[in-house]
């Protein structure tokens, strides 16, 4: 270490002070560059790292009103799609390998798996048992256990390999662990529902056309069917109005409480309704006798035409105005959801609102998770580094030397970027959590630095001695602190565990960013330090000429 220290850095240290203008331009053409890479795009980002997880599930939503039998049809379709997958993967396999699935669950009527990832992501899901829903549920082995399988993968095979189910509503493949939302999410409003939909129609249509979408769909969801009488105008002038019809219609059909018996323990309700025979048929309907006030009955035919529609299962309004979601899910090996996000801002969706002026639409999902946490960082980041700087200048009793030791915070971003460069990672929200707590821990070998610097000046050394004295008597202490911080988060950093991805990206973080802002530091802080004696020289003579 000692030979290295007076045989290399020595040289290298005097020569940067040497050309110590330089040498902070250099410093500072790398971070603008670094930063430039990543506006750019040549540093791709996304918003939550891609977990590896042990389980993979299809969620399936038919049309409200399914029959249970329909639904579990086209469960069994599913079921029997993973069940030949898992054959043919199975039979490729050594004993001693095992298999790749653990358990197969079929759900019909409810939907536990997706409402587990949910819930995961800290939101309310209420239990919602109905029969058009259904779910197929694969629990994987450990993915130590299954290399060259990941649960994307299997997911993606399992997409490929079910055959078509008619009348679809929803069908997604998943394998996240839980959801942060929809990679894509966008949310129309407006007053015209049926703009509505034909805007969420454009949009899906367009989302085909990026590599990488899959599992396109949208929130609106039809109801049951429903009969919708609509009252003749030769009846309104007979006094019957449309609550009139309604009602002797339910009555017929649904039933009145007539009275209530008494039997036992339990009160039994009394209800007159036509016998069952006339309630199978809309035949019955069209015959069926309506009263008008002055108590003659005429046929229903004559009084109300009839129109077989749906209604709505839900109907979702944002500031009293009906709104739609399009959502889509992103392959990541084939595309990537800020780049597609920002493609649709700039492009398509300019473009539709100029179509549909009366619409608006807002980002959702992800997206608003994402810009919530963004802004958070963006408001408590700032009053950070404004204590720091106060923690800094009282014992310095300094304007200028904080500034000196914190020169480290931009330099431990550049070694974060291109640590997820070198380990072939994309920036993530936990990367930007990384930056923000290595923005406390660079600052110690530079206060370390200027520390001994400031010691060395009092004891009667020059300026210049004392700051190369200062970067070769705390080269090792610096150096070794940042070794250790850095392999002591190495086992973190190749760790395999599903535990253990979500802090990859902090911990290559803080492991890159200290030995990259270490680096810089033990030439930058001692340039940096004759640069502010520089300029104060300089306004000193400036101040005396004015004198």
Request: aromatic share 8%.
């Amino acid at each position: 270490m000692d030979n290295f220290i007076h045989l290399y850095y020595a040289p290298f240290l005097e020569r940067a002070l040497a050309l110590r203008y330089l040498s902070i331009c250099v410093a500072v053409g790398i971070f603008f560059i670094t930063v430039g890479l990543m506006m750019g795009g040549w540093v791709k980002f996304q918003f939550f790292p891609p977990v590896e997880g042990d389980n993979v599930a299809a969620i399936l939503t038919l049309p409200q009103g399914t029959p249970a039998s329909v639904t579990r049809d086209a469960i069994n379709k599913l079921e029997g799609s993973v069940l030949q997958m898992r054959k043919e993967i199975d039979q490729d396999r050594t004993e001693e390998e095992g298999s790749v699935f653990r358990h197969v669950l079929a759900s019909v009527g409810i939907q536990p798996y997706s409402k587990m990832q949910q819930e995961g992501a800290g939101k309310f899901i209420p239990d919602i048992s109905s029969p058009h829903l259904g779910e197929v549920h694969v629990e994987l082995t450990a993915s130590e256990l299954r290399e060259g399988f990941s649960s994307n993968d299997l997911a993606n095979m399992w997409r490929t390999n079910t055959p078509h189910i008619p009348g679809v509503e929803e069908l997604t493949f998943t394998a996240s662990i839980f959801s942060s939302g929809e990679p894509v999410n966008v949310q129309f409003t407006g007053r015209d529902f049926d703009r509505l939909r034909e805007a969420a129609a454009r949009l899906k249509q367009h989302l085909i056309t990026y590599p990488g979408i899959q599992d396109i769909s949208d929130s609106f969801r039809e109801g049951k069917r429903e009969i919708k009488m609509e009252i003749k105008p030769d009846a309104e002038n007979l006094g019957l109005t449309q609550s009139d019809l309604g009602m002797q219609v339910r009555q017929a059909f649904y039933g009145e409480e007539a009275q209530r018996i008494q039997r036992g323990r339990d009160e039994v309700r009394v209800m007159v309704r036509y016998p069952e025979a006339q309630r199978r048929s809309i035949g019955n309907l069209e015959t069926m006798r309506i009263r008008l006030p002055d108590g003659k009955e005429i046929p229903y035919e004559e009084v109300a035409d009839v129109e077989w529609g749906r209604g709505y299962s839900t109907i979702q309004r944002v500031d009293r105005k009906r709104a739609i979601n399009v959502t889509a899910d992103v392959d990541i090996a084939k595309g990537n959801t800020t780049e597609i996000i920002n493609d649709l801002d700039a492009n398509f969706l300019p473009q539709l609102m100029e179509e549909f002026p009366e619409l608006a639409y807002t980002w959702e999902g992800e997206r608003r998770e994402q810009q919530d946490t963004i802004m958070g960082i963006l408001e408590g980041y700032p009053l950070a580094l404004v204590i720091i700087y106060a923690l800094l200048a009282i014992p310095f009793r300094s304007y200028l030397q904080p500034l000196i030791v914190m020169s480290a915070i931009p330099f431990g971003l550049v070694g974060a970027v291109w640590g997820h460069i070198i380990m072939q990672l994309d920036l993530t929200i936990l990367s930007m959590f990384g930056i923000v707590a290595l923005s406390g821990v660079v600052v110690n070998d530079n206060l370390v630095l200027v520390v001994y610097i400031n010691r060395q000046r009092e004891l009667g050394l020059s300026l210049l001695e004392a700051v190369k004295k200062a970067g070769m008597a705390r080269f090792r202490p610096i150096l070794l602190t940042s070794l250790t911080t850095f392999v002591g988060l190495v086992p973190l950093i190749l760790e395999k565990s599903v535990q253990a991805q979500f802090l990859i990206p902090m911990a290559i973080s803080l492991a890159f960013g200290v030995m990259f802002a270490t680096a810089i530091s033990l030439i930058l802080v001692p340039a940096g330090y004759l640069f502010l004696e520089d300029l104060k020289t300089l306004f000193s003579k400036a101040a005396l000429q004015e004198k």
